[in-house]
C-alpha cells in the first residue's frame, strides 16, 4: 500500500484547503436553514403593526376603530403632537400614524375614510393597515344597512370569529421545509470545491513525469498503483460524506433522523460525492500543474452550483438555463432533493421520479468514468 500511503500523505499537506471549503459550506447550510426555518409558513401570518393613533372624532364610531385595530396591532392613543409623531416614525418607534378626522362617523356613512394614514419610509404596512380599515368599515356599512344601529355593527363586526384552515397534510411534511435539507441542497458544493481542489492537486502530482517514471520503474504493476490511487479516492470522499452526514445529525438531531425519506437523501448525497470523485479525477488528469488547480476549480464549482440549483432555486431558473444544466450530474441531485422536500413520503409517481433522478446520476457516473478512461489512455499514448 505504498502508493496508497504516499497519496493521504499529499491529502494531508492539503488539509488546511478541504477544513476551509468544509467551513464554508457548514455555514452557508446552517444559515440558509436558519432563515428557512424562521420563514416558511411564518410568511402568511397576520403582520403586526406598530400604530399611534391619534382621535380627533373622539365618537363611540372611532372609539370601536379604536378596538378593532387593537385586536390585531400594537397601537398606543397619542396626542396630535406632529413633531413627536415624525420623531417617532424617524426613529422606527413607531411604523404608522393614523389619524381619525373630525366628523370621522358622518364621512363613513356618506361613503368617505376619514383616516389619514403616515407611514415610516420604506415601510409597506400603510397598504395593509388601509385595507383592514377599509374592510372593517365595509362590513359595518353591510350591517348597518340591514338596519342595525352604527354601534350594534360595530360590536358584530368585531366579534366575528376569526375561520380557522386546518391544512391537509398530503405530503407527509406538514406543509414544512425541513430544516436539514438546506445542509443536504448545499452539499455539491462541498464536494466538487474541496474534492476538486485537494484530490485534483493529489493527482497531478501523481502524474508528474518524474514520479510517474519512478512508479513505472518500481515493482508495482500499474493496474496496483491505480487501484490503490482510486481507493484512496473513495476513502477520503467517503471520509468527507460521513463526517457531514454525522455534523448533519448532531445539528438537526431528531427531526433529521426520524425523517421517513432520510435514506433516500442519504443515497441522493452519496451518488452524488461519486460524480464530484470522478470530476476531480478528470480535472486531476487534464491539469498539468498543481497551481493551476485551484483557478479551475473555483469558478467552475461556483458555476455548476449556479447553473444547476445549488445557490440559487431551480424553479426561478428558466427554462434554457435548466437545458443546459440537465446535462450535469448536480442537477438531477437537486431535482430528487426538491422532491425529497415537498414529499416525505415517497411512492407511486414520486417515487418514480426520484428513482428516475438518482438513476440518471448514476449513468453520468459511467458517462464520467469512461471519459477518464480514454483522456487516461490517450495521455498515455500520447507519451
Not at 84 to 113: C, M, P, T
Not at 141 to 150: D, P, V
Not at 257 to 271: C, E, H, K, R
Request: charged share 20%; proline share 2%; glycine share 10%.
Amino acid at each position: 500500500m505504498i502508493v496508497f500511503k504516499s497519496y493521504l500523505l499529499m491529502v494531508k499537506r492539503n488539509y488546511g484547503r478541504l477544513l476551509l471549503y468544509f467551513g464554508i459550506f457548514i455555514g452557508i447550510a446552517v444559515a440558509m436553514s436558519i432563515a428557512g426555518e424562521n420563514g416558511g409558513t411564518g410568511d402568511f401570518s397576520a403582520e403586526i403593526a406598530e400604530i399611534a393613533l391619534v382621535d380627533l372624532d373622539q365618537s363611540e364610531f372611532s372609539e370601536q376603530l379604536i378596538k378593532f385595530l387593537k385586536e390585531k396591532h400594537h397601537v398606543v392613543v397619542s396626542e396630535n403632537d406632529k413633531a413627536k409623531l415624525s420623531e417617532e416614525l424617524y426613529y422606527e418607534k413607531r411604523d404608522i400614524v393614523l389619524q381619525i378626522k373630525k366628523g370621522f362617523s358622518e364621512a363613513v356613512l356618506e361613503g368617505k375614510n376619514g383616516v389619514h394614514i403616515t407611514q415610516r419610509p420604506g415601510s409597506y404596512n400603510g397598504v395593509y393597515i388601509s385595507q383592514q380599515i377599509e374592510q372593517f368599515l365595509g362590513d359595518v356599512l353591510s350591517y348597518h344597512s340591514f338596519g342595525y344601529s352604527i354601534s350594534e355593527s360595530c360590536r358584530r363586526v368585531i366579534g366575528r370569529k376569526e375561520c380557522k384552515v386546518t391544512l391537509d397534510d398530503v405530503n407527509g411534511n406538514g406543509g414544512k421545509t425541513p430544516t436539514f435539507s438546506y445542509f443536504f441542497g448545499f452539499m455539491p458544493y462541498l464536494f466538487i470545491a474541496a474534492l476538486g481542489v485537494v484530490l485534483g492537486k493529489v493527482l497531478v502530482v501523481f502524474r508528474n513525469k518524474r514520479i510517474k517514471n519512478r512508479m513505472m520503474a518500481s515493482s508495482f504493476s500499474l493496474l496496483r498503483q491505480n487501484v490503490q490511487i482510486l481507493f484512496g479516492f473513495w476513502i477520503i470522499g467517503s471520509l468527507l460524506y460521513f463526517l457531514s452526514v454525522t455534523l448533519a445529525g448532531i445539528i438537526y438531531g431528531k427531526d433529521m433522523l426520524s425523517a421517513s425519506n432520510i435514506g433516500y437523501y442519504l443515497l441522493n448525497s452519496y451518488v452524488d460525492m461519486l460524480a464530484a470523485l470522478e470530476f476531480a479525477f478528470i480535472v486531476g488528469v487534464l491539469v498539468k500543474e498543481e497551481k493551476r488547480v485551484d483557478t479551475i476549480i473555483t469558478p467552475l464549482s461556483l458555476g455548476i452550483c449556479f447553473l444547476c440549483g445549488v445557490f440559487v432555486p431551480q424553479k426561478v431558473l428558466s427554462g434554457p438555463v435548466q437545458s443546459v444544466a440537465s446535462f450535469l450530474p448536480v442537477h438531477w441531485y437537486e431535482k430528487v432533493n426538491n422532491l425529497l422536500v415537498d414529499h416525505a413520503e415517497i411512492a407511486g409517481e414520486v417515487g418514480r421520479q426520484v428513482w428516475q433522478g438518482i438513476g440518471i446520476q448514476v449513468l453520468f457516473l459511467f458517462a464520467m468514468a469512461g471519459i477518464s478512461m480514454a483522456i487516461a489512455k490517450y495521455q498515455q499514448q500520447e507519451r
